[in-house]
């Protein structure tokens, strides 16, 4: 089975920049779409970037869109996503995700997830 483990997040100031490392486990992981989640406390969990299995494709949700750079080395096994200009209504839990599948933003197509790290951001 495919692993993905999580780190970096943290506690950030608002205005703040914050980079959240995934290592995969895997000899295929060029073939998966990875991406980023969030979920805040109460509400459901939220898109913020993915990327194509070969990197040439990035896309970001809405609310991120400007303020985060997702990227991913394959001969390490590792997605990165780079967050600036931090506000509070990113603090959330933050999960890594990787799909066998086309590129999406819908949760139900990503097979495999991270255990999740929580992002705060100060005020």
């Known amino acids: 089975q495919v692993q993905l483990v999580e780190s970096g997040g943290g506690l950030v100031q608002a205005g703040g920049s914050l980079r959240l490392s995934c290592a995969a486990s895997?000899?295929?992981?060029?073939?998966?779409?990875m991406g980023w989640f969030r979920q805040a406390p109460g509400k459901g969990r939220e898109f913020v970037a993915g990327?194509?299995?070969?990197?040439?494709?990035?896309y970001y949700g809405e609310s991120v869109k400007g303020r985060s750079t997702i990227s991913r080395d394959n001969a390490k096994n590792m997605v990165y996503l780079q967050m600036n200009s931090l506000k509070p209504e990113d603090k959330a839990v933050y999960y890594c995700?990787?799909?066998?599948?086309?590129?999406?933003?819908?949760?139900?197509?990503?097979?495999?997830w991270s255990q999740g790290t929580q992002v705060t951001v100060s005020t």
């Open positions: 995700a990787g799909s066998r599948r086309v590129a999406s933003r819908r949760v139900e197509k990503y097979d495999y």
């Open positions: 895997g000899r295929t992981f060029s073939s998966y779409v």
């Open positions: 990327i194509a299995g070969s990197g040439r494709s990035t």
